[in-house]
């Protein structure tokens, strides 16, 4: 009896920790991701970028003193990561791009204006067709860039 109890809570504990190991593993290699693409665009001071959230499998950092924004798409199709000096961009703005009559969001931008040429640089958040979770998604990318856009804007109007 003994013996057999023992065996079940080793199978047990063999059980829990796989996926534990295998969670924190990635999380560490994310970590890693995020660390060297911030040393990438500020390799004396990566720890400058203070506030950095991550949600479906995009990332978004902000150094709200030096006005430097990242946003990493670690999308399986399209791995990316913009770098954008928010110090020379005058306004931000959150583009939807709608499909049908039930209005479903199938592409979320963020459009920046330049202050010195009015240019507008449109930077990708959120593309119907890369969602494997479809409108759940679009629907938590559009609230994740919601709060990202009013940051932005603040860091811009600073």
């Not at 809570?9 to 290699?29: D, H, K, L, N």
């Not at 970590?31 to 990332?59: A, G, H, M, R, V």
């Not at 204006?113 to 938590?140: H, W």
Request: aromatic letters at 10%.
């Amino acid at each position: 009896m003994e013996t057999s109890v023992t065996i079940i809570g080793i199978v047990i504990a063999v059980i829990v920790a796989i996926p534990i190991y295998f969670s924190a593993r990635s999380s560490a290699a994310n970590k890693s991701k995020i660390l060297n693409i911030k040393k990438k665009f500020n390799p004396t001071y990566p720890e400058d970028f203070d506030l950095t959230e991550s949600q479906s499998n995009k990332t978004l950092t902000i150094d709200q003193k030096n006005r430097k924004f990242i946003l990493m798409n670690f999308n399986p199709n399209q791995q990316e990561s913009i770098y954008l000096d928010l110090k020379s961009v005058s306004s931000c703005k959150l583009v939807l791009t709608t499909e049908g009559p039930s209005d479903t969001i199938v592409k979320i931008d963020f459009e920046f204006l330049e202050k010195e040429t009015s240019k507008k640089v449109t930077i990708p958040f959120y593309d119907f067709d890369d969602d494997r979770i479809k409108q759940i998604s679009a629907y938590q990318d559009h609230q994740f860039a919601k709060k990202w856009h009013k940051i932005i804007q603040d860091s811009i109007s600073r």
